[in-house]
T-cell receptor
Framework: ETGVTQSPTHLIKTRGQQVTLRCSSQ?????VSWYQQALGQGPQFIFQ???????GRGNFPPRFSGLQFPNYSSELNVNALELDDSALYLC????????????FGPGTRLTVT | LAKTTQPISMDSYEGQEVNITCSHN???????ITWYQQFPSQGPRFIIQ???TKVTNEVASLFIPADRKSSTLSLPRVSLSDTAVYYC?????????????FGTGTRLQVTL
């Protein structure tokens, strides 16, 4: 059974640029959630995708957007990057019916300069 | 929104049992209580989940009193590798929509 994978591992971008982060869900999981984790803080929920539709959103601006593909993999897109977007971005997958048991990937460390 | 409160940090010696208590006074009827563990620079790892009474798995036990306003994660005989941040979460939403709300967690330091 393959776990959740994310790419890239690290990324450095300049303020104002756009970034796309990718996530492959664990085999058998049809729901993907994205979280942002700033240094020393707990992960903050960005949004969730279920069967290619957004299925819940946290308190993040519209410049944070996402996609889920038919194979349940997902992308997180962030436009007009700001310095405060520097964080660890985590993807988590889960099965429908077990929404509280989420399996996290290793994360993508984004640095905005 | 059910907010959780847990100690910022705890220290333990290797081999001891560690109990981390979390309060969630405003827990809703449909909410589950879930605990995650996170090592530095890694994603959180699901440990255990419960609704009421006691749940035990190969890693930990979760004790939930009848009023469900608190819960206790019990780690038997901790080792150095249990040094991590532990998050108590109260599940929001039903069915497929679950927004996990993480607090700042409890930083457990295990020493010899």
């Amino acid at each position: 059974e393959t776990g959740v994978t994310q790419s890239p591992t690290h990324l450095i971008k300049t303020r104002g640029q756009q970034v796309t982060l990718r996530c492959s869900s664990q085999s058998g999981h049809n729901t993907v959630s994205w979280y942002q984790q700033a240094l020393g803080q707990g992960p903050q929920f960005i949004f969730q995708y279920y069967r290619e539709e957004e299925n819940g959103r946290g308190n993040f601006p519209p410049r944070f957007s996402g996609l889920q593909f038919p194979n349940y993999s997902s992308e997180l897109n962030v436009n007009a990057l700001e310095l405060d977007d520097s964080a660890l971005y985590l993807c988590a997958s889960s099965q429908s019916g077990l929404p509280y048991e989420q399996y996290f990937g290793p994360g993508t460390r984004l640095t905005v300069t | 929104l059910a907010k959780t409160t847990q100690p910022i940090s705890m220290d333990s010696y290797e081999g001891q049992e560690v109990n981390i208590t979390c309060s969630h006074n405003n827990i809703a009827t449909n909410d589950y209580i879930t605990w995650y563990q996170q090592f530095p620079s890694q994603g959180p790892r699901f440990i255990i989940q419960g609704y009421k009474t006691k749940v035990t798995n190969e890693v930990a036990s979760l004790f939930i009193p009848a009023d469900r306003k608190s819960s206790t994660l019990s780690l038997p005989r901790v080792s150095l590798s249990d040094t991590a941040v532990y998050y108590c979460l109260v599940g929001e939403g039903t069915g497929t929509a679950s927004k996990l709300t993480f607090g700042t967690g409890t930083r457990l330091q295990v020493t010899l």
